[in-house]
């Protein structure tokens, strides 16, 4: 400051030839397919359980894949290089692709990726901007009949929820979910679950749901079943606030069974705890592992306001909760001990 007040000018800038010696970072190698080499070699890596899923992917064609699905990909890293760098993340519980940074010198996560060094948090958080709803559709299609084509049969119970992710951010015009980990509603991305019961897989995904889409998802969710099945799901199995009253009797309508739990209020529960004990039913669950394995059972038919047919509503204490469980299905044979 007092230079400037004195008039002298800012020294010219110095070229790095001009700069004194000193310990510099070395750059990093940039990610690239074509340097790659699998000459026999030894090395240490914090990640070796990532090879353990190598027999998984033996039999999947994921090349043709991401060919179908149309996913982006480079000469230096091409679209498969790029999803197995992101499916690595997943697999050893890297919250973000930020947090990439810490492994691009581990040699262990390059090789499960294909490439010669991990791809950096830019180019990772550039590719993923690219993936679009479209994509993200055509991905899940192909990945849907490739996995029946590699042998994994699909089960007749599925399992659909909601997830907010969370997002600190005063930017971007985002929606408050609720967020059931913090139980209150934040700003974030509402994201749509299926997971089949049986195989416990993923088998759909959506993100960025909107507060006016979330009812109408789990429809959503059954038109992409029956486009990629031929036949709408059996079973679907899913908490009180995925959907409404009206979308149950959509999901009816279509022959398709659900199980659902249902919201308790005071005036519900009076009437629940006013019935007599002759009305319940002591069941014996097959679960070896379950503490509690004898509850009891109320077994009713009832009409909703919303909902014109009749439902089955099945309430269950003695489960080691104070209020009793409520489930609402549309299925009327199913027993009590397959649920």
Request: glycine share 4%.
């Amino acid at each position: 400051m007092l230079l400037h007040e004195e008039g002298f000018a800012r020294l010219p800038r110095r070229d790095d030839d001009e700069r004194p010696p000193a310990t510099r970072p070395d750059p990093g190698a940039a990610a690239d397919i074509r340097t790659l080499s699998l000459s026999p070699r030894t090395f240490p890596t914090r990640l070796g359980g990532l090879f353990f899923f190598i027999p998984l992917m033996r039999h999947l064609r994921l090349t043709e894949v991401l060919r179908e699905a149309q996913l982006p990909g480079s000469q230096m890293i091409p679209a498969e290089q790029a999803l197995r760098t992101l499916l690595a993340l997943k697999l050893i519980s890297k919250e973000r692709k930020s947090h990439v940074m810490d492994l691009v010198a581990d040699q262990g996560i390059a090789l499960f990726a294909g490439l010669n060094v991990v791809p950096k948090r830019s180019y990772l958080a550039a590719y993923s901007s690219q993936i679009d709803d479209r994509t993200t559709s055509r991905l899940m299609a192909a990945w849907f009949t490739e996995v029946q084509r590699a042998g994994l049969t699909r089960g007749t119970s599925l399992d659909l929820d909601f997830h907010t992710v969370p997002a600190n951010t005063q930017v971007e015009p985002l929606e408050k979910h609720y967020l059931s980990r913090r139980s209150r509603s934040q700003k974030g991305i509402l994201t749509f679950l299926a997971r089949d019961a049986s195989q416990r897989v993923l088998c759909y995904a959506r993100a960025g749901i909107t507060k006016a889409e979330q009812a109408g998802e789990i429809l959503r969710f059954a038109d992409f079943w029956q486009q990629q099945t031929g036949s709408p799901p059996t079973e679907l199995v899913f908490d009180s606030r995925l959907t409404t009253y009206a979308h149950l009797d959509q999901l009816n309508q279509r022959q398709i069974f659900f199980i659902t739990l249902r919201r308790r209020t005071r005036t519900m529960l009076g009437i629940i705890w006013s019935r007599p004990l002759s009305a319940w039913q002591r069941i014996t669950l097959p679960a070896l592992t379950r503490t509690f394995r004898t509850p009891k059972v109320l077994d009713e038919r009832i009409h909703l306001k919303g909902y014109p047919e009749e439902l089955r509503q099945v309430t269950v204490i003695d489960l080691g909760h104070e209020e009793p469980t409520i489930l609402l299905t549309n299925n009327f044979k199913i027993s009590c001990l397959l649920w």
